[in-house]
């Protein structure tokens, strides 16, 4: 059984490290600085990692010291353990500062909860204001984000947003003529933030953070910030700052994380069958026509009520981890997403 465990962990390595993108990580000093929050962002002593903390005064952030226009943003996050309900961790771009009324914005969101329940992550995409048309959607995650760091990134460029979770891309949105002006395209900052979100973040804000479990940290490391640096321009000036980006999107755009292979959709397409909970293309109740980049099915819409959840997909304690024959812990990674949740 012992050599059984060995060759599983052995082949799963494998296949994480030929998963792994060709990214240069950087410094905290290289690419962000302090937001808000005070003493609660602890950059560790070699600058290659950054805590934000969460406690009854104030949460905390930190954003990139450069606008991008378009790019490849990532970062490793540990999220906190315990009773994390109201909790909000987010790592995002935005131009909210700049354009108040008609600003872009990418989110990764996790969202915390009561104890022994899982962690939820949202993904969202704003463009040009479009917050009444919030193109959310919300996952289960396949291993336990509080036991160590995975990546979590974000691909911008001129056509397509990627959403990746370890390397393994988990949602795609292709750029369409009929999405308008809702396809972010401004230049936006990359923000890191922790903050109590008891009015939404965990059963609709029905239960409420309880910094008896304070402090919460979040743990951020190998920070990527791969993009042409711009300032945040209006919309007039967008054809000179393209013009100054292209050689820098051509190779964002050639770049391994951009090509989606058919093992990269096979992947995807598994994620999204056995961890989406929600997703706003089946959101019949919110909206009376379908968005214009969803690619829906009559067969996949049968897996969804007319509120956009999913009739299959359920959280579920954490405490009732399976194991595997013997005693064995079992091995779960995302490129095994029935693994133990």
Known sequence: MARVLFLSLFLLSISVSSRAFHVETISFDEGYKHLFGEDNLVVSADRKRANLVLNRYTGSGFISSDYYMHGYFSAS?????????????????????????????LDWEFLGNKKGKEWRVQTNIYGNGSTMRGREERYLLPFDPTEAAHRYSILWTPNVIIFYIDDIPIREVIRTEAMGSDFPSKPMAVYATIWDGSAWATDGGKVKINYKYSPFIAEFSELVLKGCTSAPIQQSQMSVDLDRCASTELELMTADFAVMTPKMRSDMRRFREKKMTYTVCYDAVRYQSVFPECDNTPEEQEKFWQWGESKTVKARNRSSKRRSPRGQPAVASLYNVQAVV
């Open 77 to 105: 996050i540990k999220l906190p353990k315990e009773n994390t309900a109201g909790v909000v961790v987010a790592f995002y771009l935005s131009n909210g500062d700049v354009f108040e009324k008609n600003h872009d914005e």
